[in-house]
């Protein structure tokens, strides 16, 4: 299928197939940037780091994970985390048990209290991109990128 649509990108006037998607590359990575950096602008004067908040955020979608599978996860080293999970214990954001298969390591869970921040960061910057949404996108635009979410998400757990 991909040499079909290689071959149609390639007649006369049309661009090739790798000039496209690189040219899409651009434009998404753009408009991530753009649209995270803002995001980052409505987040309120919240005491969650962007770490602290992606970790929660892991937690609250895969279920209790050690500290090595978090690491990976968020694609840093171990230790990087050492600091970011200490601070969300001694808060009570994410509590530490043994774990049931392997008692030599932990596992984290997010608690009550830690759902309630990750929920108030969530509520906050989707309402404004929910008003950001119906100001400036049609009923359509508004379809493709819900459409877009779960493809995006895709891409970024991508290891091609």
């Known amino acids: 299928m991909e040499e079909a649509e290689d071959t149609k990108a390639q007649l006369p006037g049309a661009e090739p197939a790798h000039d496209t998607r690189a040219a899409a590359a651009t434009e998404i990575r753009r408009g991530v940037i753009s649209l995270a950096r ?18 929660l955020g892991h937690l609250h979608r895969r279920g209790p994970l050690t500290p090595g599978e978090l690491a990976s996860t968020e694609r840093v080293q171990p230790q990087s985390l050492t600091r970011t999970l200490a601070a969300l214990e001694v808060a009570g954001r994410v509590s530490r048990e043994a774990d049931p298969a392997d008692g030599r390591r932990s596992l984290l869970a997010i608690t009550e209290f830690g759902h309630a921040a990750l929920r108030a960061e969530m509520e906050q910057r989707d309402a404004w991109l929910s008003d950001a949404m119906s100001a400036e996108l ?23």
């Open 138 to 160: 049609s009923a359509t635009e508004i379809g493709l990128l819900r459409l877009a979410g779960p493809l995006l998400e895709r891409l970024a757990a991508a290891d091609p």
């Open 38 to 55: 803002r995001l980052r602008l409505e987040r309120s004067e919240a005491d969650l780091t962007a770490l602290e908040l992606s970790t």
